[in-house]
Antibody
Framework: QQQLQESGPGLVKPSETLSLTCTVS??????????WGWIRQPPGKGLEWIGS???????YYNPSVKSGVTISVDTSKNQISLKLSSVTAADTAVYYC???????????WGQGTLVTVSS | QSVLTQPPSVSGAPGQRVIISCTGS?????????VHWYQQLPGTAPKLLIY???NRPSGVPDRFSGSKSGTSASLAITGLQAEDEADYYC??????????FGGGTKLTVL
C-alpha cells in the first residue's frame, strides 16, 4: 500500500514561486509504469487537475492553469515535486499529490497540504 | 465551469436510493474514456469510489455502483446511510490525457 505525503510552505507571497514535494513510501516511484500528479482544491470549491508526470519524465499539464507550472520526479529520493511560479491569491488551495492506478483512475492520494498566497 | 457537469446537490432519506449524474461530451466521456468517481468526506482527501465506469476498489460497499452510457455516467447509491453524506466527483480524460473533474455534487442525507 503506497503512501503519499505532501510537504512545503503553507504561506507564499504573491508573485513568488510555490514549491511542494510529495514523498512516496511503500514502493519505488519508478518500479512500474505509473503516472503521478498534482490536484488542487481552492477553499470551498471543486477539484482541479494541475498536471501529471510519468517516472520516465513525460509530463502533461492543465492548459487552464498558468504556464508557470513544472512537475518533476526525483527517483533517488522517491519524490515528486511541483513548482508554480508567479502565484496570486487564486492559487490558494489544498494541494494533493496522487498516483494513477488501474484504468487511469487516481487510486492513491496524499492527505493534502493547504497553501495560502498572501502578503 | 467544469467540462464535466454534475448537479450541485442531491439529497435522500436514510435507506433510499440516489443517483448522481455526470455529463460530458464527445471529446471526453463520449470518446470512450473511462469515468471514475471519488468520495470526499468533510476535511479529508478524496477517496476512489468507482473506477473504470463500474468497478469498486476493495473495501467499497456494493451499495455504490457506477454506469456509463454515451456522453454521460452515473453513480448510484442505494440504502443511503448518514455516513454517505459527502461530496462526490466524477472524473474522466480527454484526448490530450488531461484529467477532467466534474464540479462536484454535495450529498445530503436527510
Amino acid at each position: 500500500q503506497q503512501q503519499l505525503q505532501e510537504s512545503g510552505p503553507g504561506l507564499v507571497k504573491p508573485s513568488e514561486t510555490l514549491s511542494l514535494t510529495c514523498t512516496v513510501s511503500g514502493g519505488s516511484i519508478s518500479s512500474r509504469s505509473y503516472y503521478w500528479g498534482w490536484i488542487r482544491q481552492p477553499p470551498g470549491k471543486g477539484l482541479e487537475w494541475i498536471g501529471s508526470i510519468h517516472y520516465s519524465g513525460s509530463t502533461y499539464y492543465n492548459p487552464s492553469v498558468k504556464s508557470g507550472v513544472t512537475i518533476s520526479v526525483d527517483t533517488s529520493k522517491n519524490q515528486i515535486s511541483l513548482k508554480l511560479s508567479s502565484v496570486t491569491a487564486a492559487d490558494t488551495a489544498v494541494y494533493y499529490c496522487a498516483r494513477v492506478g488501474t484504468a487511469m483512475a487516481w487510486h492513491y492520494w496524499g492527505q493534502g497540504t493547504l497553501v495560502t498566497v498572501s502578503s | 465551469q467544469s467540462v464535466l457537469t454534475q448537479p450541485p446537490s442531491v439529497s435522500g432519506a436514510p435507506g433510499q436510493r440516489v443517483i448522481i449524474s455526470c455529463t460530458g461530451s464527445s471529446s471526453n466521456i463520449g470518446a470512450g474514456y473511462d469515468v471514475h468517481w471519488y468520495q470526499q468526506l468533510p476535511g479529508t482527501a478524496p477517496k476512489l469510489l468507482i473506477y473504470g465506469n463500474t468497478n469498486r476498489p476493495s473495501g467499497v460497499p456494493d451499495r455504490f455502483s457506477g454506469s456509463k452510457s454515451g456522453t454521460s455516467a452515473s453513480l448510484a447509491i442505494t440504502g443511503l446511510q448518514a455516513e454517505d453524506e459527502a461530496d462526490y466527483y466524477c472524473q474522466s480524460y480527454d484526448s490530450s490525457l488531461a484529467a477532467l473533474f466534474g464540479g462536484g455534487t454535495k450529498l445530503t442525507v436527510l
